[in-house]
């Protein structure tokens, strides 16, 4: 399924231009509970609505971006820039 994202640098661009990092979740810092790690990495809460997921637009800018997107629409809104987001 298609849709656009809004690149903060580039403008409006078909989603394939991008590659999708996945849903934002929490980091287990210093922490060597393997399950904790497991958890992290393989177990995604995958809600039906909107939840904030990393892009980076490979064939673009080559800048990672932030955004929200509904899952069940698939409509992206609020995309910025990493850099920005992390001064």
């Excluded at 934002?24 to 922490?31: C, D, G, L, V, Y």
């Excluded at 673009?60 to 629409?73: K, S």
Aim: hydrophobic letters at 30%.
């Amino acid at each position: 399924m298609s849709f656009l994202i809004d690149c903060p640098n580039c403008g409006i661009r078909d989603v394939y231009e991008f590659r999708s990092g996945g849903e934002i979740t929490s980091r287990p810092e210093n922490s060597k509970d393997r399950k904790l790690w497991a958890k992290y990495y393989y177990f995604k809460n995958n809600v039906a609505g909107e939840q904030e997921e990393w892009w980076y637009h490979a064939t673009g800018c080559r800048n990672w971006l932030i955004a929200t997107r509904d899952t069940v629409t698939n409509k992206v809104s609020n995309p910025r820039l990493v850099e920005d987001e992390f001064k």
